[in-house]
Structure formats: C-alpha cells, structure tokens
C-alpha cells in the first residue's frame, strides 16, 4: 500500500465533518498518552459539571479585523488580544467562539480559501483553562496555555522531556512558540502505526486572557518532493503494513531510522530543503514572529 496515499486517505476520515474548511480538528498524529505534555498541552478534563446541555453552543461567528500587506494579511484578535501576520494565499478568517461540551470555551479559525485535500492540513484553535468537551479524545488544538502552578505537573514550551517527537523547537518571545514534529522510530514502533505527516506548530500563551488562555497553528508545510523523499528514504526503513502498522522495529532498524531521521533534521535546520518547503517554512516563521500581545 502507497504510504502516502495512506497516509492521505487517514487525515481526510480524521478531518471529515469539516464541510471542506479545516478550522480546529484532531492532529494528524502526534497526542502523547501523558496529559501533563509541555508542547502539546492537552488539559487534564476534570469531572465537570455540564453547561446546562449546550452541547458545544456557539457564542459568535465573526470576521477578523484584518488588512491586506502584500505577501501576508495583518489582524487584529479582540478575542485573543493579539494580531498576527498569517499567509494571505490562506484567504479571510473567520472566528468562532463556542462553549465547550461541559464547561469552558472553545475558539477556532476557519480560513475562507484554505479547502482541505490529500495533501494539505491546517488546524487552528484555543481553550479556556477550564475546558472540557467530555466523549472523545485530546485534539491538538485543546491547548489551554502553559502552567506553573504545581512544580511536579509545569508545563513550558520546547521541554526537553519531548525532543523525541519534536527535534526542532524555538521560543519565539516569552509566549510564543514554534516546533516541528519529526518523531523517532521509538514513537511509531510503541505507538503501532506509521501515519504521522511531520507538521509545523505555533503555540501561543495567553497567560492573563480572561477567555482564552492558549491558542495554536498547526499545518503541514512539506512540499511533495520532500515528502516523497521523506517516504521513500525514511518511512520505508520502519516497513509498513496494509494498516500502516510497522514491520520492522528491531533496534538496528529503528537506529537506522533514527540516523536517517536526523539527515532530515539537519537539511530542515541549515536550510538545504527544496525551494517550495523552504518558503513554506519562511511564511510560518514569519506568523510566529509577528504574533504580539496586545
């Protein structure tokens, strides 16, 4: 079976309900079994009491104020209390404010031109500290922000406890954040399915938000050359099966990945990728470094 038509085929059934928009919806992969997680910051639910059956009720439904600055869209997030510069060729941005399925509050993006197809991946979305849906599993975008509040459960950006599945990771400023994922062979291996399409992160930390205390970006950013090359070069020394499971995880073959892997990282970090990843990156970069807290 073709990995990355697999792989594909996974996001779409991961993603469907979205009517073609993708706005907030669950990683492609990557949700570590540990909730205390310092980059992927999926808040411990705690026994909630229901919001009068809201049901995840929608609280607004509005266009961001933003401008047009060649390249990028400039806006302003009443909501969040930041602005940013984002991708234009993403289209306008509507935000959406919900409840949460028991208690707290929800906030997404849905970007106007951004249609999801086989290859592209684009999830944005924040939460209030008390956050809970309650029925289904952690989603990449239930980032409620960082906290510190008990030494044995602080969480912070670029913790060294997750350099396994995110090798590249810079702090931006004191609240923003960015990351690569590009997990070892250990994570598929104990995981059991190789399916993860390595993705760029923007965590923001919205410490004194009365709202919303966290909020992120996560999209795709392989062109389709470096994916196949990914593919081809990487994924194929794990081996794969029907179910995308991997069929070789002896430790010499995830040692083998594990050195081809950090090739890969190496061309990511000294700027050796094709032209159209590398532009891709720029443009990510560049949203990260224009967020600003207002």
């Known amino acids: 079976m073709n990995l990355k038509f697999s792989r594909s085929i996974f996001l779409i059934f991961l993603l469907a309900g979205c009517q073609g928009i993708v706005s907030e919806a669950p990683t492609p992969s990557v949700i570590p079994s540990d909730t205390r997680t310092p980059t992927l910051t999926f808040m411990a639910s705690p026994t909630p009491t229901p919001f009068s059956k809201l049901n995840q009720a929608i609280i607004s439904e509005e266009k961001l104020d933003c401008s047009p600055l060649g390249s990028y ?102 609240d923003v954040t960015w990351m690569i994922s590009f997990p070892k062979a250990t994570y598929f291996c104990n995981r059991g399915q190789l399916d993860l399409i390595p993705f760029f992160r923007i965590e923001t930390n919205l410490p004194n938000n009365p709202t919303i205390s966290g909020f992120v970006f996560e999209t795709s950013f392989l062109s389709e050359q470096f994916s196949n090359q990914i593919e081809s070069d990487l994924y194929s020394i794990l081996g794969v099966d029907s179910h995308l499971n991997p069929t070789k995880c002896s430790l010499s073959d995830q040692q083998a990945f594990d050195a081809q892997l950090k090739v890969f990282v190496e061309k990511i970090t000294n700027r050796s990728v094709d032209d159209e990843t590398l532009g891709k990156l720029d443009a990510l970069t560049h949203l990260a470094e224009s967020i600003t807290l207002r």
């Open 73 to 174: 869209t400039h806006c302003v997030d009443p909501i969040l209390n930041i602005e940013f510069e984002y991708p234009a060729v993403w289209g306008e941005i509507e935000a959406v404010l919900r409840y949460g399925g028991y208690s707290g509050y929800a906030y997404s993006y849905r970007f106007s031109n951004h249609i999801l197809d086989k290859t592209d991946y684009l999830a944005t979305g924040g939460r209030s500290k008390d956050f809970a849906d309650g029925g289904r599993g952690g989603w990449s975008t239930d980032f409620a922000g960082y906290t510190d509040s008990d030494p044995q459960d602080k969480q912070e950006a670029c913790d060294a406890r997750w350099n396994d599945i995110f090798p590249i990771c810079k702090k931006v400023s004191q």
